[in-house]
């Protein structure tokens, strides 16, 4: 093979790939024996939830499998604002803005609210779309350590851009723990910044039945306070939300990119989301039994009960985060891990999520499965 070819650099690639352990493959995960996931973000068990899919199915049959064009052409239907003005009511923000996925949600406010004089202040665990939206906007931007407020107000205090924004998750989806949200937004005040604040793994299992953190401290209703989310987690269909005053969404449906040039949300998703919606305003109990479920699991893992779903076990390395994968499978469980690149300290994981569906037989055979096979177990 030609040294400079372009399948002898791909080959050379998936070779060191190989050597430091971090080659991923993908799998049919619907074939074979099937396990209890402790992996996916379906926290409340309603991807498969026979109201929401029959939400995603009438509104298949209403108006189609795809919206068929970009929202500003004829892509807007009026189940996107059913869904826009339903989200802002249960979260409690002025005004809803959905998109084709959560990225693209991340994308577009941080491209749109940020420009070349913007400081952008990112807290250093912060999602990839947020990064790769930072460099879309060129901004300038200061990396935070996590959840380090002083570094942030020092941020925000030296910088000589005309505006800033501070950008955090509110429950963070690689370690799973939560934000200093109210800290924060005292800092996004006195500086005269931009809270943006993705509530991806937030929203349906925390806060004031699952509304959210933001909900939880108060903050739905401060005009520098903007949330991103998505509605493939908790919501269990797929698409992206931002939420803030309604003059936001009027920027980013002018300003934003990722938002103007992409088709409107698939129909389907936007009913099914609908319909989860509707499923968890009538049960709040739901997000408080995912976080009760999530500290059992917590516990035979030897960690800490993490703020929402997700449960973050350090171990030595990427091989044995992927032993450890493989050993939960043979005895019924699938869990995931973070490997580098995917970590933002290097650190490889294993990475768990709790469900709010999940029997209390269930959770009794994970414990005693994660007793022998998470690290920190009987800590
Ligand atoms: C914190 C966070 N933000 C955004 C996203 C992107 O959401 P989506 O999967 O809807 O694109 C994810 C999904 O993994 C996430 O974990």
């Excluded at 430091?20 to 068990?45: M, S, V």
């Excluded at 947020?130 to 959840?147: K, S």
């Excluded at 299992?205 to 209703?221: C, D, F, I, W, Y």
């Amino acid at each position: 093979m030609n040294e400079s070819s372009f399948p002898a650099w791909l080959a050379a690639q998936a070779a060191q790939r190989e050597a430091r352990g971090l080659t991923r493959r993908l799998t049919d995960c619907d074939r074979g024996e099937p396990l209890l996931d402790l992996a996916g973000n379906d926290y409340l068990g309603l991807a498969r939830d026979p109201r929401v899919v029959a939400g995603a199915v009438a509104a298949a049959q209403a108006y189609g499998a795809g919206a068929a064009a970009s929202r500003l052409v004829s892509g807007t239907l009026s189940i996107h604002t059913g869904l826009e003005h339903a989200m802002a009511a249960f979260t409690g923000f002025a005004s809803a803005l959905v998109f084709s996925s959560g990225y693209h949600a991340n994308l577009s406010v941080i491209q749109a609210l940020a420009d070349r004089d913007t400081l952008v202040v990112s807290d250093a665990h912060i999602h990839a779309s947020m990064i790769d939206a930072c460099r879309l906007a060129r901004a300038t931007v200061t990396v935070t350590p996590h959840n380090h407020v002083a570094a942030v107000q020092r941020a925000l205090a030296s910088r000589t851009q005309r505006r800033a924004l501070v950008l955090i998750e509110t429950i963070y989806s690689v370690l799973g723990d939560a934000a200093p949200v109210a800290a924060l937004a005292g800092l996004a005040a006195e500086y005269d910044a931009v809270l943006v604040a993705d509530e991806a793994h937030a929203l349906g299992v925390a806060g004031p039945g699952g509304r959210g953190l933001l909900a939880a401290h108060g903050l739905t209703s401060r005009p520098d306070v903007v949330a991103t989310g998505t509605l493939s987690k908790s919501f269990g269909a797929q698409g992206g939300l931002v939420l803030g005053l309604p003059a936001v969404r009027e920027h980013l449906v002018n300003r934003a990119r990722p938002f103007i040039y992409d088709t409107g949300l698939a129909p389907p998703a936007a009913g099914g989301a609908l319909a989860a919606l509707r499923v968890i305003t009538a049960a709040p109990e739901l997000a408080g039994r995912v976080r009760a479920n999530a500290a059992i699991l917590a516990a035979a893992c030897g960690v800490d009960p993490p703020a929402g779903a997700v449960l973050s076990v350090p171990v030595p390395g990427p091989r044995e985060a992927l032993a450890s994968v493989a050993a939960a499978a043979g005895h019924g469980l699938r869990i995931g891990c973070f490997r580098p690149p995917s970590t933002p300290d290097g650190i490889s994981r294993l990475r768990l999520t709790a469900h709010a569906q999940h029997t209390g037989e269930e959770l009794a055979l994970a414990a005693k499965v994660l007793r022998h096979i998470a690290p920190g177990a009987g800590r």
